[in-house]
């Protein structure tokens, strides 16, 4: 059984910075490509940013500049490194991992709140 399991979630202030990591266990093969979507309350969850296996990248352009991924395929973990954190980036942050079949395992999600 596959889990990812998110952690680095918190509060901080507007300008501040937060490292979210996701490790993901089990049966893992045909990785994709893994990254983080963010939600809240009332609207769809959307994307924030990705990283394939061999390393390439995609941002969401609110945060491009900001943010930034990176992954360790050894420990089948990615990082979400976010500076510069704006109100607007509050949200539950959901990790995924995409299979190259396009099955996708998704996190529980871990609360990010930024408010001074």
């Known amino acids: 059984q596959v889990q990812l399991v998110e952690s680095g979630g918190g509060l901080v202030q507007p300008g501040g910075s937060l490292r979210l990591s996701c490790a993901a266990s089990?049966?893992?093969?045909?990785?994709?490509?893994m990254g983080w979507y963010r939600q809240v309350p009332g609207k769809e969850r959307g994307t924030v940013a990705g990283?394939?296996?061999?390393?390439?990248?995609n941002y969401a352009d609110s945060v491009k500049g900001r943010f930034t991924i990176s992954r360790d395929n050894g420990k089948n973990t990615v990082y979400l490194q976010m500076n510069s954190l704006k109100p607007e980036d509050a949200a539950v942050y959901y990790c995924?991992?995409?299979?190259?079949?396009?099955?996708?395992?998704w996190g529980q999600g871990t609360q990010v709140t930024v408010s001074s």
């Open positions: 995924y991992m995409r299979l190259r079949s396009g099955y996708v395992y």
């Open positions: 990283i394939t296996v061999s390393g390439s990248t």
């Open positions: 089990g049966s893992i093969f045909s990785i994709n490509d």
